[in-house]
């Protein structure tokens, strides 16, 4: 590879730790439109609340864009890294043996959750709630795989986010994630 074709793609790898920081931005501003847990009740008394339904959609679309955003800067990562990624299995055990994500299943869970809603239209409000508590609790799991994958970065790599207008906030969601662990 020459060394004009690395730069490109470490370049390319810090657009994607930029969008990944641009995910959790948005996905936190569309998480703290809502008061948490939902209930069928609540549901069912707004359903035509177009603003609530559109919050949800945005919920739903950006934490799959996330881990989407996420995944392909992982396999990306681990290519300038020298690590084996015919698969994305390969992948993700790669990540889970470095610590950057604490297990292949909570992955494959958060894709599964997330995708049940993107193939099913729903109509029963209790499991439309389900789905979204469920999406909501999983939600600081996909920002703790974002932040370790952040600092793997920058630490294996020496590779930081593209300069943008979204890091402050992404420090300011890691220390408010951390201290409601405490």
């Known amino acids: 590879m020459t060394t004009h074709a690395l730069e490109n793609e470490r370049l390319h790898l810090a657009s994607l ?4 920081q641009r995910c959790v ?3 936190a501003a569309s998480d703290h439109r809502l008061s948490w847990p939902l209930t069928a009740a609540f549901l069912n008394e707004n359903k035509k609340n177009i603003g609530l339904f559109e919050t949800l959609a945005a919920v739903n679309e950006r934490f799959a864009k ?3 955003t996420m995944g392909a800067a992982m396999r ?3 290519l300038l890294a020298g690590e084996p990624g015919e698969t994305f299995l390969k992948v993700l055990s790669f990540y889970e043996k470095v610590g950057v994500i604490n297990s292949v299943a909570a992955w494959q869970l958060c894709r599964t ?3 049940l809603a993107a193939h099913d239209y729903e109509t029963e409000y209790t499991e439309i709630a389900e789905h979204f508590n469920s999406l909501h609790t999983l939600i600081p799991t996909l920002y703790g795989n974002a932040n ?8 294996a790599l020496d590779m930081s986010p593209s300069p943008g207008h979204f890091v402050d906030d992404f420090v300011h969601i890691m220390n408010n994630l951390a201290s409601d662990v405490r």
């Open 148 to 155: 370790r994958f952040l600092n793997y970065c920058a630490t």
């Open 66 to 68: 996330l881990q989407d």
């Open 113 to 115: 959750t997330r995708n």
């Open 17 to 20: 730790l930029e969008a990944i």
């Open 25 to 27: 931005y948005f996905l």
């Open 76 to 78: 990306h990562a681990g």
